[in-house]
């Protein structure tokens, strides 16, 4: 049974296949769109709220030719008068995959050892793999020529990610970076380093531990490609929000910040941002802003990443 909860769910060969899924089915959006996921159901557990994420994943089963479930995890009996085992078991009788957006990454992994169906992680507070394929695939667009090698464009590209480096998306650019061939580096306050989890999946799939932290934002972006940031105050954080703030408020990317990258490098942020805080308004309205199309691309690869589950489920 394969799954996508993590970036390396998916072996190089199959991450380019996913990105050239995505570039065609974004071209034929509104023309043709095969229907892969015709006569099925697939349901979204989702226990954090969101916008980009429920949407693409809804309008992107809907595009398949499937039916989308969307399920609060306040209306089910997910852990409340039920196990995650047992919920995984049951909804495998009803629904053909599960996209889940949850708390703790372990919560995922039951699942999808527990069911018979694909699980896709549409965030947990380790990792966020649909964001990271998509950031990807927004930078390939970019930099791959005309109908060319897409993953391939990503090699020795430099990433930089500022604010909160022992988040989800910092964790997931480490993973993502290593797998794309990319180079990282990241630049948060002392006590945000990457974490010794992210460490050991490196260690676990069999990727070098090769990312650089720095305390000093300016050294991070400097011939960086790429200049990264999220929110400093992640869902379930909130109280600590004013020590977030006033710890991360010296890697704010501002527009001297973002000067510091290359001169063509582009700014992405997952969004939603918070002007005045992670991002100034100015970089924000950059025209090498590029956080509208990170948006948009959600809708494209997820689509991909569902059709490529469901031809693999159905090979059995």
Known sequence: MKHFLKETDFKPHEVAEVFALARDLKAKRGRHTPPVLQHQTWALIFSKSSTRTRVSFEVGVHELGGNPLFLNKNDIQLGRGESVEDTAKVLSRFVHGLIVRTYEHAEVERLAASGTIPVINALTDFLHPCQIYTDAFTLAERWAPKGGDLLGSLKGRKIAFLGDTACNMANSWILGAALFGMKISLSGPKGFEPSPEIDALLKQEGLAKDYHFTTDPLEAVKDADVVYTDVWVSMGKEEETKQRIA?????????????????????????????????????????????????????HIQKAIMATLASNQARG
């Not at 805080?277 to 959600?298: K, M, T, Y």
């Open 247 to 299: 710890q991360m408020s010296p890697y704010a990317v501002t527009a001297e910040v973002f000067a510091a990258a290359k001169p063509d490098a582009w700014f992405m942020h997952c969004l939603p941002a918070h002007p005045g805080e992670e991002v100034s308004q100015e970089v924000l309205d950059n025209p090498r802003s590029i956080i509208f199309d990170q948006a948009e691309n959600r809708l």
